[in-house]
């Protein structure tokens, strides 16, 4: 189990030192890859806001039928007296 420890620690600096040291590089953004990059942000916060309303939905819902569940149960009980 050790070794797998020290492989990723070695994978971990190996990784650290080749993105730290600087070479220059000659890179072109065309507007077609900032368009798509920016696409892609959207899409990423789109479905984030809606996988929330999800969640949230559900938690309304369960709180909704926990309270409508407290409710009747109590009736219950004031019908029994």
Known sequence: MTWIRSLTTSIVLVAFFCFMLPRQVYAYLDPGSVSYMLQLLLAS???ALF??????????IFFKNLRTDQKQSGNKHDDEK
């Open 45 to 47: 916060l789109v479905g």
């Open 51 to 60: 996988a929330t309303k999800i969640v949230w939905t559900k938690i309304k």
